[in-house]
Every structure is written in C-alpha cells, then in structure tokens.
C-alpha cells in the first residue's frame, strides 16, 4: 500500500510505504488526514492504515531546474504516443536530425513509432512534408517530479488538487 505525504503547506512531498507512514504518525511528526479501509495489526494493537498524511513541520524539498533528458522521460512525456502519426510509440527520435547538429534536449526529441522513425531516418521534417502533432517542451509540475502521481490512488484526488 502507498501513503501520500504532504507537506504542511498541504503540497505533496513523497509517496512512502503505510508503514513507514504509520512510523511518521507515531513518533509524533505527522497525523493523518485518511484512512483507509483495511487496519493494520501488531500484536497488542490494530492501526487504522493511512491513506494521506500531513507532516507537521515544513520540509524544504530541494527541486531540480531541470529533469534530465532520457528515453524514458521522452515516452512518459509523449504519453507513449507518436508525435507524427499518434500510434503507440516504443521509440525516441530527434526532430532535428542528430547528423545534422540535433541535440539532446526536450525541445528537439519526441516519442515515436518505429515505423515512422524509420521512414524519416536522418531527414527533417520539411524535407518530408511532415508535422508535429505537439510540441515537444521541458516537463513541469508536481506530477513530473514525483513519478508515484502518475497513478495516484482515488483517495488521493481531492489532496492533489490543492498542488495544481
């Protein structure tokens, strides 16, 4: 089971294990704000299992400026879908050619099909007649710096909108 942590400013800090949530609850440095349905037991006592908790002092979170470009970065981005066709994307592409001074940046890498990956191989896309169908830009956001939220669990939804 996960625990969503919050901040106490009520901003998401991390995703942790319930026990490890539990452990937070009882040395006093969060308290919880829902429960879900199945307890937890020890042996002289059963625990409600937290679903959402609030720490009760403000942690500094460092945040990165930048997520490091990677693969798997470029398909979560895209959704997994070819920014040239829409269909499933199991590659990455460069929209400006490598061979022709492309680089590694958020800007310039889109997720692709390897049928279309394949057609336009070193080419650009005016050479092609082709078009994007978004605009490949720099992740941000809540959702992107904890990769838990990708999935968040239903109890989770009304605590996510306050970090919107």
């Known amino acids: 089971m996960r625990t969503?942590?919050?901040n106490a400013?009520?901003?998401p800090v991390s995703v942790v294990s319930?026990?490890?949530?539990?452990?937070l609850v009882a040395t006093g440095k969060a308290s919880v704000l829902e429960d879900g349905d199945a307890p937890m037991h020890s042996p002289t006592r059963a625990w409600g299992r937290p679903l959402v908790i609030l720490l009760h002092q403000y942690v500094r979170v460092p945040h990165a400026d930048a997520a490091a470009v990677?693969?798997?970065g470029v398909l979560r981005r895209d959704g997994h879908r070819c920014a040239y066709c829409g269909a499933h994307a199991t590659t990455v592409d460069h929209?400006?050619?490598?061979?022709r001074g492309g680089q590694n940046?958020?800007?310039?890498?889109?997720?692709?099909?390897?049928?279309?990956?394949?057609a336009k191989a070193d080419r650009s896309l005016d050479a092609l007649g082709w078009r994007l169908r978004v605009v490949p830009t720099r992740p941000c956001g809540v959702q992107w710096r904890l990769r838990e939220l990708e999935r968040p669990a239903p109890a989770w939804e009304g605590w996510l909108q306050f970090a919107a």
Do not use: I
């Open 18 to 23: 319930d026990r490890r949530a539990l452990l």
């Open 4 to 6: 969503l942590v919050l």
């Open 105 to 118: 940046t958020w800007e310039n890498l889109v997720a692709c099909c390897l049928r279309c990956n394949s």
């Open 95 to 99: 929209v400006h050619p490598r061979s």
């Open 9 to 11: 400013g009520y901003e």
């Open 70 to 72: 990677s693969r798997k």
